[in-house]
Structures are given as C-alpha cells and as structure tokens.
C-alpha cells in the first residue's frame, strides 16, 4: 500500500489505485487484499486552491 501512495505522490498510477467515487478525480482509493481480509486507504492527490 505504501508503494501505491508513494507512485500518487509521483503523479503516476499503481493497479490497485483508482478514482474514488462522487469526490472527483483528485481522491484515490487504494485496496490491498491480504490473508483474506481488504485494507483501504484514500490519498488526496490535488486540491485546487490548496496551499
């Protein structure tokens, strides 16, 4: 998962990343399968107007 983070700060893509629904482009979810069990993290990638 850190890998998947790690390529969003990078402005690239990792396979287990995709758009998070109903926030826009700009929110990636990120899913790990593991011993049967599934961990989620979300990664913001841009605001606009952030500073």
Same mark, same amino acid.
């Not at 995709?18 to 049967?36: N, Q, S, T, Y």
């Given at each position: 998962?850190?890998?998947?983070?790690?390529?969003?700060?990078?402005?690239?893509?990792?396979?287990?990343?995709?758009?998070?629904?109903?926030?826009?482009?700009?929110?990636? &979810?990120?899913?790990?399968?593991?011993?049967?069990? +599934?961990?989620?993290?979300?990664? +913001?990638?841009?605001? &606009?107007?952030?500073?």
């Amino acid at each position: 998962m850190g890998f998947s983070i790690y390529r969003a700060q990078h402005g690239r893509r990792h396979r287990d990343a995709k758009p998070l629904r109903g926030f826009g482009p700009g929110v990636v &979810e990120i899913v790990a399968r593991h011993d049967g069990d +599934t961990f989620r993290a979300v990664d +913001t990638v841009r605001f &606009e107007g952030a500073v």
